[in-house]
């Protein structure tokens, strides 16, 4: 789990905070279709804050939570040039110390397949169903086996950053025999005149749909949508490459 440190200032330049934009412009939608309106929102694994902040922008009172303390920091000082009250606090996902205080609970962007066993899926799911008042909304992604062992290894070698400043390149593989698929970054980062290279390795997990609706039911969670397409919402075929769900908390 010792992941998003050195590659944090990565992270926040390139193009993955897009994503949790893109979740905040499809959120309300969702939202109504399930005649939800949260006035309290934990966004889990919640990177540099983009998503938590969009919400906060929106008269939502946001918290955000995350492992990765640098990840963290960036989060802060993002939430105090955008003029938003916002708690980020450092813990873990499979151990949440929140009990019904959200209206909604969210985790996207992959962060549940960095758990790398369905108990720590179920110890994540059972943190999100205690943070939840009665009724309450967990909503998250994941991404699928297939897309761990097919969309990813269709580019294994790729540079996804390449400026004046800063170069970030990915090496991907894939354990059939563990569903287990490893991520190599190395990144160069120009710092007034010298350049600093980090190197980290992301391990992350692939679920089966039946493993992740086991660790969804026996958290006290009752599902109630799953897409393979967010936008169509849609149910999942054999080449998704993505999962969503929508769960409520059980009374």
């Known amino acids: 789990m010792n992941t998003y440190q050195s590659f944090a200032p990565f992270y926040a330049r390139g193009p993955y905070p897009d994503y949790s934009l893109r979740m905040a412009e499809l959120l309300p939608e969702i939202l109504n279709k399930f005649r939800a309106s949260p006035s309290t929102i934990l966004d889990m694994a919640c990177g540099e804050g983009s998503f938590a902040i969009a ?44 009990k019904s205080e959200f209206d909604l609970v969210t985790c996207w962007y992959d962060s549940l397949n960095y758990l790398l066993t369905t108990e720590d899926l179920l110890g994540a799911f059972s943190g999100a169903s205690r943070a939840l008042k009665d009724d309450g909304l967990f909503i998250f992604d994941l991404n699928t086996i297939y897309a761990l062992s097919v969309i990813w290894q269709q580019e294994p070698c790729a540079i996804e950053q390449d400026l004046p400043d800063i170069l970030e390149i990915h090496r991907k593989s894939f354990d059939n025999d563990t569903n287990n698929a490893t991520l190599k970054i190395t990144g160069l980062l120009k710092e007034q005149e010298s350049w600093k290279r ?27 949508a799953c897409w393979g397409s967010i936008l169509k919402m849609t149910e999942p075929v054999s080449d998704s490459g993505k999962v969503w769900f929508v769960t409520r908390k059980r009374v």
Do not use: Y
């Not at 008269?59 to 009250?85: F, R």
């Not at 980090?198 to 109630?224: K, M, P, S, W, Y």
């Open 198 to 224: 980090i190197d980290e390795t992301h391990i992350v997990h692939g679920f089966t749909l039946d493993e992740i609706r086991e660790c969804v039911e026996r958290a006290g969670l009752n599902e109630i």
């Open 55 to 98: 919400m906060a922008k929106r008269g939502i009172q946001a918290t955000g939570v995350d492992l990765s303390l640098p990840m963290l920091q960036i989060a802060k000082e993002k939430a105090k040039e955008e003029q938003v009250e916002i708690r980020f606090i450092n813990q873990d996902l499979r151990s949440l110390s929140f």
